[in-house]
């Protein structure tokens, strides 16, 4: 069974100034996770991206959406990952906490 995890994390930031993190804290995450994540696709309209991407063989997709005080994410898993799914939901407040950190 399938399973969408949401994560809402509240910053002090511009939607362009928070959207700008994002795209570039993706890329650094490309970077970082190589080995564990493949074929990552982005699309943005707007302030919205919707993703996809691969992970343990299976097929991951998403939507952030970058609103005026917090970003929400939206994260589809497949059953074989949704069983892990508390166990990524940390990691992926810390990093999404890091880019949008005030400088």
């Given at each position: 069974?399938?399973?969408?995890?949401?994560?809402?994390?509240?910053?002090?930031?511009?939607?362009?100034?928070?959207?700008?993190?994002?795209?570039?804290?993706?890329?650094?995450?490309?970077?970082?996770?190589?080995?564990?994540?493949?074929?990552?696709?982005?699309t943005w309209?707007?302030?919205?991206?919707?993703?996809r991407l691969?992970?343990?063989?299976?097929?991951?997709?998403?939507?952030?959406?970058?609103?005026?005080?917090?970003?929400?994410?939206?994260?589809?898993?497949?059953?074989?990952?949704?069983?892990?799914?508390e166990k990524?939901?940390?990691?992926?407040?810390?990093?999404?906490?890091?880019?949008?950190?005030?400088?």
């Open positions: 069974m399938n399973k969408t995890i949401s994560i809402s994390i509240p910053h002090r930031l511009t939607q362009e100034e928070a959207r700008t993190r994002l795209q570039s804290g993706v890329a650094d995450l490309r970077t970082k996770f190589a080995g564990n994540v493949a074929s990552v696709q982005e309209t707007g302030n919205r991206m919707d993703f691969s992970a343990m063989g299976q097929a991951i997709t998403g939507r952030v959406d970058v609103q005026a005080e917090a970003v929400k994410i939206d994260i589809d898993l497949p059953w074989l990952i949704a069983t892990l799914a990524f939901r940390p990691k992926i407040e810390q990093e999404g906490r890091k880019m949008l950190e005030k400088k």
